[in-house]
């Protein structure tokens, strides 16, 4: 079974995309961490962030891998652990400008594909239900207001001890939402076929328990033959 979860940054896709995982027994792909890792490497190498060609000579063999661990899940940029570096100011500030270059996102809808070959999956994204994952069996758009959205990462910079304004994650937020909605490669939007869950006033079990109860649904059509 595929679950394909998109929707704009700090919806709550990720919390809620582990949980239902792990509450499944499915494997989980972080898809945002996937271009986070491409744009760190670009950063890094200089790369101006407009010359695809450059990148994409950079991108072609870096191995960008996941591992479980203890305290979520790890990402690997050529065997670096970059879990931290991935969520810095720098990387997400630029994330929207690399996932918009055309070959950059092929290649990595070629990789999520290979990751969902074979495996019972949670995937969470912009595209997974329009591009990455067209069939998948339960499709979630979840959406939340900008304020709720900027409020939650305020809350979760405050538990790291960062300091930023909730003026200007809201700006951030916004800018982002902005980008990755007007691209000409598969931009945000929801699928057709996708539910949409507005999380602005749900708990985070609440939204678990939908989900859950969507796969359930699903599992009862495909055993009736619906
Ligand atoms: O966690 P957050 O919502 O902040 O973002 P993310 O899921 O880590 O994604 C970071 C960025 O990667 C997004 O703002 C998009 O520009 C890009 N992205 C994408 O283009 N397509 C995806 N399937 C996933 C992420
Ligand atoms: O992956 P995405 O950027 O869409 O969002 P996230 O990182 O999963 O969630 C952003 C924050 O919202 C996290 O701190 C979640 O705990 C919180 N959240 C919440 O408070 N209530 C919800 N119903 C869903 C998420």
Redesign the pocket.
């Known amino acids: 079974m595929q679950i394909a979860i998109?929707g704009?940054?700090?919806?709550g896709?990720?919390t809620i995309a582990k949980l239902v995982a792990t509450k499944l027994g499915f494997i989980y792909c972080?898809?945002?961490?996937?271009?986070?890792t491409a744009t760190v490497m670009a950063l890094r190498k200089n790369l101006p962030l407009d010359d695809e060609a450059a990148i994409m000579d950079q991108l072609k063999d870096l191995t960008i891998t996941f591992k479980p661990s203890a305290e979520g899940q790890l990402v690997f940029m050529d065997g670096e652990d970059v879990t931290l570096a991935i969520r810095e100011p720098d990387a997400?500030n630029n994330?929207?400008q690399v996932?918009?270059l055309p070959q950059v996102?092929e290649n990595?809808v070629a990789r999520q594909r290979e990751i969902a070959a074979n495996n019972d999956i949670v995937m969470?994204?912009?595209?997974?239900g329009t591009t990455?994952l067209p069939n998948a069996e339960v499709k979630v758009f979840m959406v939340a207001s900008v304020a709720t959205r900027a409020q939650r990462r305020h809350k979760e910079n405050v538990e790291k001890g960062i300091m930023t304004s909730v003026a200007d994650l809201e700006k951030e937020i916004a800018e982002?939402d902005r980008?990755?909605s007007s691209r000409a490669v598969?931009p945000?939007r929801k699928a057709a076929d996708a539910v949409e869950i507005d999380s602005s006033n749900m708990t985070i079990d609440e939204e678990v328990a939908e989900i859950l109860t969507l796969v359930k649904t699903r599992r009862g059509a495909n055993e009736t033959g619906r």
Do not use: E, H, Q
């Not at 972080?30 to 986070?36: H, I, L, N, S, V």
């Open positions: 998109d704009p940054a700090g919806s896709k990720s972080d898809t945002g961490a996937m271009y986070r997400t994330v929207s996932s918009a996102r990595m969470d994204g912009r595209d997974i990455v982002r980008k990755d598969s945000l």
